[in-house]
């Protein structure tokens, strides 16, 4: 019974340990302030989709939404335990920046 303890904290220190590599993957609260930077209230769309190239994020368009979504492929490269960020960016009829939410979404650890 102990040993899935310790596997669980072995792999949550290596995880930690591990993210720290990846210095082109940032934190919710980074990914915040370089929005937070570089959008204000009223931009057009073509300032937001400049920042998600500049940025070299990926990136579609809902509709149904209205918002940009946004993701770093830089991501992609880490464990599947790890938090991947989505980046939401929420527009108004004139396709201009709104708001913008930033969520990590986790996948479940299976022992």
């Given at each position: 019974?102990?040993?899935?303890?310790?596997?669980?904290?072995?792999?949550?220190?290596?995880?930690?340990?591990?993210?720290?590599?990846?210095?082109?993957?940032?934190?919710?609260?980074?990914?915040?302030?370089?929005?937070?930077?570089?959008?204000?209230?009223?931009?057009?769309?073509?300032?937001?989709?400049?920042?998600?190239?500049?940025?070299?994020?990926?990136?579609?368009?809902?509709?149904?939404?209205?918002?940009?979504?946004?993701?770093?492929?830089?991501?992609?490269?880490?464990?599947?335990?790890?938090?991947?960020?989505?980046?939401y960016?929420?527009i108004?009829?004139?396709?201009?920046?709104?708001?913008?939410?930033?969520?990590?979404?986790?996948?479940?650890?299976?022992?």
């Amino acid at each position: 019974m102990y040993y899935k303890t310790l596997i669980f904290i072995f792999i949550l220190v290596l995880s930690m340990t591990f993210r720290g590599c990846h210095s082109n993957v940032l934190s919710t609260s980074e990914l915040e302030l370089i929005i937070s930077k570089n959008l204000k209230a009223g931009d057009s769309q073509e300032l937001i989709i400049s920042l998600f190239e500049n940025e070299k994020w990926d990136y579609s368009f809902d509709k149904y939404a209205r918002r940009w979504e946004a993701v770093n492929p830089e991501e992609k490269k880490l464990p599947s335990f790890y938090a991947r960020n989505g980046i939401y960016i929420y527009i108004n009829q004139d396709k201009e920046f709104l708001r913008f939410e930033v969520e990590p979404h986790y996948s479940g650890l299976v022992f």
